[in-house]
């Protein structure tokens, strides 16, 4: 059982559509972070968010953190080819160890 | 540049094997830590380490131990190795406390036959 549930697992959108990926927990996390794997690298770190209620942006990106700090969203406007790629969330609990998610592959076709 | 560094990118076992997979870091990090990656799993932490010389079990420890003998390198071994041990091993590092970033190495890819 994962501890952090991503939703959608996979996403295949026009290059311009807006999507939303969902992170969700029963557990509180000290901070939540974003990241963003392409094929052949390592994850990327996108965001770190730590506050309950949270948004952040980054360009098209907007990153929210849960009032009660056990969920987060990444939503994306006017997708482009570019993002495409693995998006993880992990949530921090002890300080020293992340938890991951299982990941929402996005495709994002021109 | 900052960097983790990898010592494989593909390898290739026989069941029974010893395999050793290597991570370096340039960026003076206390904790590290080796990840699988499965399709559909995510990341799931086999072990991490905090300082020289200690360790503490993931997720998932058994079948694999590890060794940090310099606070740069952490290694992987797997002492006997199984079919279900194939995937993606993923390295990273991180400065101590909260919020930090996690900086990944490129990944080993093993497939043991």
């Known amino acids: 059982t994962q501890l952090l549930e991503q939703s959608p697992q996979f996403l295949s959108i026009q290059e311009g559509e807006n999507l939303t990926v969902y992170c969700n927990s029963s557990?509180?996390?000290?901070?939540l972070q974003w990241y963003r794997q392409e094929p052949g690298e390592g994850p990327v770190l996108l965001v770190t968010?730590?506050?309950?209620?949270e948004v952040k942006k980054l360009k098209r990106l907007t990153f929210q953190f849960g009032d009660a700090r056990k969920d987060s969203s990444l939503h994306i406007t006017a997708a482009q080819p570019g993002d495409t790629g693995l998006y993880l969330c992990a949530g921090d609990k002890s300080g020293n160890k992340l938890v991951f998610g299982a990941g929402t592959i996005l495709r994002v076709k021109s | 540049d900052v960097k983790v560094t990898q010592s494989s990118r593909y390898l290739v076992k026989r069941t029974g094997e010893k395999v050793f997979l290597e991570c370096v870091q340039d960026m003076d990090h206390e904790n590290m830590f080796w990840y699988r990656q499965d399709p559909g799993l995510g990341l799931r932490l086999i072990y991490f380490s905090y300082d020289v010389k200690m360790k503490e079990k993931g997720d998932i420890p058994e079948g694999y131990s590890v060794s940090r003998e310099k606070k740069e390198r952490f290694s992987l071994i797997l002492e006997s190795a199984s079919t279900n041990q194939t995937s993606m091993y993923l390295c990273?590092?991180?400065?101590?406390?909260?919020?930090?970033?996690?900086?990944f190495g490129e990944g080993s890819r093993l497939t043991v036959l």
């Open positions: 968010v730590v506050t309950g209620g």
């Open positions: 557990s509180v996390f000290s901070s």
């Open positions: 990273a590092s991180r400065r101590a406390g909260p919020t930090g970033e996690l900086f």
